[in-house]
DNA sequence: ACATCGCCTATTGTTGACAATCTACAGCCC
DNA sequence: GGGCTGTAGATTGTCAACAATAGGCGATGT
């Protein structure tokens, strides 16, 4: 009765969902412009399936708000103004600073298994910024995020950072903006880590502000400095 | 060309939307049990329409996670258990003060407007609260926080409170505590309304703060409180 | 020349039928 | 009698054809 080894329990709902997480990727690498129509036929057709489960996945999108559809119209990539970056991060912040406070009430085990996860994707991180694979490093910043966040365990507030992150890989790409510091990318993100592991509670909220602020002028543009 | 008077734009996407608005409504009444199975061929044939859009209805449905979904084997109502009732409120008590802050942030015209959409919640609250209409007072206590999140003007933020609003009104109703403090219900949302128009950061935070966590004490029955 | 009206095409929205899959139950073997 | 296996029923998952709609484009009238 016990868990059977070297088996995997065959995924619970394949195509749609399969559809729908190959066509994220594919959105938030920027394989679709934005403003871009995705067509539900030659999608279908591209997939080897019907414009049934691609429908599905094309609605799933939609209601993750990564695509919008226009009644009769078809769906299209959104298009990301300046005032949805800056929606996206401060619902990021929020979420992150609750995840936060859950991580280190949740007990001395949990932040010592979410900072093992970190470390491992910082160190990842540092790999593919020494060879300047923008995509890899959209893809781990990311994915540190959405590991911090996990680490508190709270399945809502996953779910809803999943979609922050993707509008945020968005941002990055779309607006092609990229990273301009990227020399203190990884130095942020241990910074974040170790205050977590070090328990500063009050540190870690104002880094994780600061993180987003600095990512929102980034990519606004909008940063008071003068450029030399 | 400007606005014309009396005529409302068609809605944009009808039918799945229709049928998921429609559909949420009755779950967070309580006519559907928790756990309880919904088909969608019966339900088809009772809205008269083809399963296609139904699907689509109950897909919508089941990523905001008041549905589940078993592969080949349907969708179900959700079922709450303590846990979710402490995530719900903890990401709502996120969500909440970060809609705080934006608001006031936002100008003291922004504030203004919000309050007076509350005031007339709080005023049909009262009434309802007089005849003891639970349904009524759970609607407009979920209609209030929505537009205390609405003011806000973010609007990822009040997508995600949509599903908050509705799961929270499920736990309110499946869990059939109700309101033990029906007393003080108008005189707490009063209180964040008042601390919202004077403009008092700290004590609206932490209002939001003791209103979640009063709000998870009594559905859990965890409060410490010995009953007499 | 410009605005308006009507068709035309491309795409989505909807429908009903077909296939795959899961649970439950009954029969059978041990 | 207990456990397993095969079948039956029901429900979802998938598919291809049909209908409806929105926008584009050209003809037409002023």
Redesign the pocket.
Known sequence: MAAPEGLFALEG????QLIADQLREQIVQGMFRPGE?????VLASQLS?????V??ALQRLCQEGILV???????FVLELAMEDIREIYAVREAVESTAADALLDAGQEQVKDTCQALKAIISDMAKQVAVSDWQAIARLDMQFHTSFVAGAGNTRLIRIYKTLAAESRMCILNLAVAYPRIDVLVQEHQNLLDLLEAGHREELHKAITRHMETAVEDLTGTAEEVIP
Not at 13 to 16: E, F, G, L, N
Not at 49 to 53: D, E, H, L, V
């Open positions: 709902r394949p195509t749609a129509q995705i067509n539900e036929s399936t019907s414009r049934g489960p429908r599905e559809s226009r009644r009769n119209r078809g769906v």
